[in-house]
């Protein structure tokens, strides 16, 4: 059974009288990595955060494992298997990395912790560190692990190499390929930092005025600059 894990179909969507998702159309199966790149105020966050019923839909519909999703409430769609990582580190600066994670323990036995700190060995090295004693890296990599540990089945990850040094993006990235390997979670990777989305996914979709305007296997639109220049302004090396 090949069925997608996420389908939206002309979705329709922004905020007071600004329209940003404009009739957005994709599908992604299980356990695919999806690249999703553009220029900035695109729609690329709006449209993680439509998925994540955080932004109503003004039409259209969102599918996830099979059912409308559409109307339900962000936690139901966390129940289902949705997890989101906002562009904003979302972790507790005051509490260590272990209260951080076992503040999203939530109904989950403490082994998953062990899971989250397999998948961060550098989470488990830091485990009695302040949230704000953690390197951006590791402060991104707290928030993907609390994520986690809500055992998503598909994974929202808004512009998580945003500030950091390259040598932290590539750990970080490095990973991201980890956590894909070792649980099979589905993920969306939204990203400013193309080449390095696009070296991470295997699929990508480009978005313009807040609908797709290209899509096809990442490894290709790393290779065609000229689509990368036309759609999201990087220049032709
Ligand atoms: N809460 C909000 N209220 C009003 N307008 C908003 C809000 N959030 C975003 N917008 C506008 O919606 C448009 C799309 O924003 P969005 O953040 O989805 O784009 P993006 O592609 O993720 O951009 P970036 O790459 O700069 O993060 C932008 O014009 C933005 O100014």
Redesign the pocket.
């Known amino acids: 059974m090949d069925e997608p894990i996420l389908t939206l179909e002309g979705v329709v969507a922004?905020?007071?009288p600004?329209t940003?998702l404009n009739n957005l159309s994709f599908e992604m199966k299980a356990q695919d990595r999806l690249a999703i790149v553009?220029?900035?105020?695109?729609?690329?966050?709006?449209?993680l955060?439509a998925i994540m019923g955080l932004v109503p839909l003004r039409s259209g519909t969102v599918r996830f494992k099979g059912q409308d999703i559409s109307a339900l409430a962000p936690h139901h769609r966390a129940e289902l298997g949705l997890g989101y990582v906002p562009?904003t580190r979302d972790i507790f600066p005051s509490l260590t990395v272990e209260e951080n994670l076992m503040a999203g323990l939530k109904w989950r036995h403490r082994g998953a912790l062990d899971e989250a700190y397999a998948v961060f060995p550098r989470l488990a090295e830091r485990r009695r560190n302040g949230g704000a004693q953690l390197s951006g890296g590791e402060q991104q990599m707290l928030s993907v692990a609390r994520a986690l540990l809500g055992q998503p089945s598909l994974l929202l990850l808004?512009?998580p190499l945003e500030g950091l040094a390259p040598l932290i993006r590539q750990e970080l990235l490095r990973a991201f390929a980890n956590l894909s390997q070792q649980t099979g979670i589905a993920v969306i990777i939204?990203e400013?930092q193309v080449d390095e989305a696009l070296g991470y996914a295997e699929r990508a979709l480009i978005?313009d005025h807040?609908t797709v305007v290209h899509g096809g296997r990442a490894a290709v639109l790393l290779n065609d600059r000229e689509a990368l220049e036309r759609w999201v302004g990087l220049a032709v090396h």
């Open positions: 922004g905020y007071g600004t940003v553009g220029r900035n105020g695109v729609g690329k966050t709006t449209a955060r562009q808004d512009e939204v400013q978005l807040g």
